[in-house]
């Protein structure tokens, strides 16, 4: 069966799709015991995959911050079964083309998730100090008052660099936008850009901050 790919399609995938998860033996149990309401929980999935999807904005959440409250129950293996899940859904109701690019999108916010739960559980995926090799070019130091506007409002690092972002003093917040995620850094923390990724950065309060530009992969 094909289904349109619009905001209606979108509802009855969701809906299909976290039908399945609530029954599966591995992941059902997790995501049972964290959504006490569905028919909400369906409602704000599909304003999320309308906002990937469409680039609507109709999802206002934190997705990581939903994921990290539960980081000790998750594993890597759940979100394989999360991605097989979501395949098995996708090219049942959609066409092929539509389906590939609905599963491109579930594997980078998988991943995205990946990361964050590893960074809450203190695995290494953003870093305190280390050696690195020397960037082509650094940004002056910002504070609060000096952050340029360009950088809290969503911007693209070129391609072919890649852009870390690292905290001196106080805290921030690194959003990206697609897949949408936040990512709080304190001082001594630093996360990195990956080439072409939309982001940008929160403050709210007294910070300093630079940002290093590598022209090959830096260490995570």
């Not at 069966?1 to 009855?12: F, I, R, S, Y």
């Not at 609530?22 to 149990?29: A, E, F, N, S, Y």
């Not at 910002?142 to 952050?147: E, G, R, S, V």
């Not at 304190?186 to 309060?205: L, R």
């Amino acid at each position: 069966m094909t289904t349109t790919m619009d905001e209606a399609g979108l509802a009855v995938l969701v809906e299909r799709f976290y039908g399945k998860v609530r029954q599966d033996d591995l992941i059902g149990p997790v995501f049972n015991r964290a959504v006490d309401d569905w028919p909400h929980h369906f409602t704000t999935l599909t304003r999320f995959w309308s906002s990937v999807m469409f680039t609507t904005g109709r999802y206002k959440g934190n997705p990581v911050a939903a994921h990290v409250r539960h980081a000790r129950e998750i594993t890597p293996v759940m979100f394989e079964r999360w991605l097989s899940l979501w395949g098995e859904t996708t090219t049942e109701m959609f066409s092929a083309e539509e389906a590939k690019v609905l599963q491109e999108k579930a594997a980078r916010i998988a991943e995205s998730l990946k990361l964050a739960i590893g960074f809450h559980l203190g695995e290494p995926t953003v870093t305190g100090p280390r050696a690195r090799p020397a960037p082509y070019r650094s940004t002056p130091i910002f504070d609060q008052d000096t952050l340029p506007p360009g950088l809290r409002r969503d911007h693209r690092t070129k391609a072919g660099t890649s852009g870390v972002i690292r905290v001196l003093e106080g805290a921030l917040t690194l959003h990206f936008t697609d897949p949408p995620r936040a990512l709080p850094l304190e001082a001594g923390q630093s996360a990195t850009a990956a080439p072409g990724e939309t982001h940008w950065i929160e403050i709210t309060g007294p910070m300093r901050m630079q940002v290093d530009f590598h022209d090959s992969e830096p260490p995570v």
